[in-house]
């Protein structure tokens, strides 16, 4: 029995007055003395044992049964598992997790595969305390049936025991990857001191007013040279580009925190059939790798979503291709199905805290994409691209082809609502319906404001054109309507990507996916600022943030000689704070002074002095402090 219970019994009086009465006056007394107790004792009695009657219950269904009349009986929560009890689509290097209960009450854990068979492996601890993980030594068999035998209460089965199915992978993948753009002039740029960098150009497409509260942050995808997270001033000068590796592709860069301290986070690897397959990358303001996720579960994370949580946890999706029986939306019995994955990993110790798998949770009838000829081409029914934690320990998360953003209990990955789609939990008001959307969040402390990027085709084209979208959801009668949309001028009609971001002044800052454009708006729907690529590249999201970086490396120069006259040409990758450049020259490497000052003037700047043998750099600060100095190089 757990609990602590107190009788207060009140205090025992002599039954005897003060004086020396006579005898039969103080039997009289004594008399009505001890039928008072009885009275007393039995008003105390009565409670408890009314009390008695449902601890009794609860001690008998195992804690099972939650009896709100009754202020004794605290019950153990129940433990939640993942994967869930019942589901089919769980990876052959799966681990096991349980969640809600102390590490040291994972005890007598039995797991046995019907192919596999018993399986040795060790228990982790959770670093909140509040769960660990089984990790079997081998992994299981495709399509075996495992069962998980022990001790504990598990959330929705019976005496400890579950089972779930490890899925068929298929080994086929989306064809196809991100072809480069065509050249038009101006559409790269190329720096003297820096030569290995050659990023996209961007633009203001015109001067509509103010520029953004901060740097921009963009992820160029088809080149035309490089392509790789960049971050650029609001007038449109680069000031920090990582070139991806040949092939490879980056999206969903921005600004988050780790350890209490600004980082920066993107995702880059292979995109194929627009899913990806690569690593989550978090980085420090001196551009070092902190973290790198390359594989939870057996799964690579994917390009679409990478959020770091305050509780030393991370989101990411992930797509994991298996063979499927598709035979009720009329395709194959063995077709190839990509299965939508979240996942919640802890970036201290790696493990999973949380996964939802769409085939567990979501039909493929809800799907408003065609279903392939052949069953040995990938169906992507759910196409998961956007995922946020919500207080209370839930999650919304966005499904492009069911055209639906559901919102998920934590717990134990059940949809509480669905907003839009086939079946949704809301009544769509006039305009509020979206399509193939993406980036679902909620307002900054707001549960009711939803905004969303309305791309509108898929194909097919069921909107003119795309559109940032704020919805307002009442939960009370169950109705989404329209509060603002935002248009661009020209219009823009993509099939895929785009985000909104929504920043602390009201304003929105949009990403306007597989088009060339990236936005601002004001609260009422105008257009503060309107930047572009020079070419024909895009962006899958654009942000804005407040930056502030100092390279671990050195400043990079290079020099071009004319007769006397020579032009340095400075630059720092990633550098924020420099205010101006300081040459030094002189006719040894020892004997440098300094020759001139500059103020600086973006990413490279050129600074002209009298030809010397020998020159280095200083980045200075405002103040004229000494940020760095290069290193000397042989000019003649």
């Given at each position: 029995m757990t609990g602590t219970y107190v009788t207060r019994v009140p205090p025992r009086g002599t039954g005897l007055g003060s004086g020396t009465g006579s005898r039969n006056g103080g039997r009289r007394r004594r008399r009505r003395h001890r039928r008072s107790r009885r009275k007393r004792q039995l008003r105390l009695l009565i409670p408890l044992a009314l009390i008695a009657v449902p601890i009794v219950v609860l001690l008998s269904s195992g804690g099972a049964t939650r009896h709100r009349a009754s202020p004794v009986a605290v019950l153990p929560s129940r433990v939640s598992v993942f994967p869930i009890p019942g589901g089919h689509v769980a990876s052959p290097d799966t681990q096991i997790v349980f969640r809600g209960i102390s590490p040291r009450k994972l005890v007598h854990i039995v797991v046995r595969g019907s192919k596999s068979g018993l399986h040795q492996g060790r228990v982790e601890a959770d670093s909140d305390h509040q769960g660990g993980s089984f990790l079997p030594t081998k992994p299981f068999l495709p399509g075996e049936r495992v069962t998980v035998s022990s001790?504990?209460?598990?959330?929705?089965?019976?005496?400890?025991?579950?089972?779930?199915?490890?899925?068929?992978?298929?080994?086929?993948?989306?064809?196809?990857?991100?072809?480069?753009?065509?050249?038009?002039?101006?559409?790269?740029?190329?720096?003297?001191?820096?030569?290995?960098?050659?990023?996209?150009?961007?633009?203001?497409?015109?001067?509509?007013?103010?520029?953004?509260?901060?740097?921009?942050?963009?992820?160029?995808?088809?080149g035309p040279l490089q392509v790789g997270p960049m971050i650029i001033s609001p007038s449109g000068q680069l000031v920090w580009f990582s070139p991806a590796p040949r092939d490879d592709v980056a999206t969903d860069f921005r600004v988050q925190r780790y350890h209490n301290s600004p980082v920066l986070t993107w995702w880059q690897g292979e995109v194929r059939g627009g899913v990806g397959y690569g690593e989550d990358v978090v980085m420090n303001r001196s551009y070092q790798r902190l973290l790198t996720i390359r594989k939870v579960n057996g799964l690579q994370p994917d390009l679409h979503d990478f959020e770091l949580n305050p509780n030393?946890?991370?989101?990411?999706?992930?797509?994991?291709?298996?063979?499927?029986?598709?035979?009720?939306?009329?395709?194959?019995?063995?077709?190839?199905?990509?299965?939508?994955?979240?996942?919640?990993?802890?970036?201290?110790?790696?493990?999973?805290?949380?996964?939802?798998?769409?085939?567990?949770?979501?039909?493929?009838?809800?799907?408003?994409?065609?279903?392939?000829?052949?069953?040995?081409?990938?169906?992507?029914?759910?196409?998961?691209?956007?995922?946020?934690?919500?207080?209370?320990?839930?999650?919304?998360?966005?499904?492009?082809?069911?055209?639906?953003?559901?919102?998920?209990?934590?717990?134990?990955?059940?949809?509480?609502?669905?907003?839009?789609?086939?079946?949704?939990?809301?009544?769509?008001?006039?305009?509020?319906?979206?399509?193939?959307?993406?980036?679902?969040?909620?307002?900054?402390?707001?549960?009711?404001?939803?905004?969303?990027?309305?791309?509108?085709?898929?194909?097919?084209?069921?909107?003119?054109?795309?559109?940032?979208?704020?919805?307002?959801?009442?939960?009370?009668?169950?109705t989404a309507s329209l509060v603002r949309a935002d248009y661009h001028v020209p219009s823009v009609l993509v099939p895929f990507e785009g985000n909104v971001q929504d920043l602390r002044d009201g304003n929105q800052f949009v990403g306007w996916g597989g088009s060339p454009y990236f936005s601002e708006f004001d609260s009422s729907g105008h257009l503060l600022y309107d930047g572009r690529f020079v070419g024909d590249d895009s962006t899958y999201r654009a942000f804005v943030f407040p930056w502030r970086g100092t390279p671990r490396t050195v400043p990079a120069l290079a020099t071009s000689i004319d007769g006397s006259n020579e032009t340095v040409y400075v630059s720092w990758n990633g550098a924020t704070d420099v205010a101006r450049w300081r040459v030094l020259g002189g006719t040894t490497a020892k004997t440098l002074l300094p020759v001139a000052v500059a103020p600086s003037e973006g990413f490279e700047t050129p600074v002209s002095i009298v030809g010397t043998p020998y020159v280095a750099v200083q980045a200075l600060a405002s103040d004229g402090r000494v940020l760095a100095t290069s290193k000397t190089v042989h000019s003649q």
């Open positions: 001790r504990l209460a598990i959330s929705g089965v019976a005496h400890g025991t579950f089972h779930f199915t490890v899925a068929d992978p298929a080994t086929a993948l989306p064809p196809g990857g991100i072809a480069q753009t065509a050249r038009v002039p101006g559409d790269a740029l190329h720096f003297y001191s820096s030569p290995d960098l050659s990023p996209p150009a961007v633009e203001l497409a015109r001067d509509v007013g103010r520029a953004p509260g901060g740097d921009l942050f963009i992820t160029p995808q088809r030393g946890t991370a989101l990411l999706t992930s797509y994991f291709p298996v063979w499927w029986n598709a035979s009720s939306v009329h395709g194959a019995a063995r077709q190839v199905v990509m299965d939508s994955v979240v996942q919640e990993v802890e970036l201290r110790t790696g493990l999973v805290r949380f996964q939802w798998d769409s085939l567990d949770h979501v039909p493929l009838s809800d799907s408003y994409a065609q279903v392939p000829a052949s069953g040995d081409s990938a169906y992507d029914y759910f196409h998961i691209n956007s995922v946020a934690q919500q207080p209370h320990g839930r999650l919304l998360i966005s499904g492009r082809t069911t055209w639906s953003v559901y919102e998920l209990d934590q717990q134990t990955g059940r949809t509480l609502w669905t907003v839009g789609g086939k079946h949704s939990s809301f009544h769509l008001g006039q305009s509020a319906g979206f399509a193939f959307q993406h980036d679902a969040r909620f307002l900054p402390h707001s549960s009711t404001l939803l905004s969303v990027f309305d791309d509108g085709a898929g194909p097919p084209d069921v909107h003119k054109q795309s559109r940032a979208i704020t919805i307002r959801l009442n939960y009370r009668h169950m």
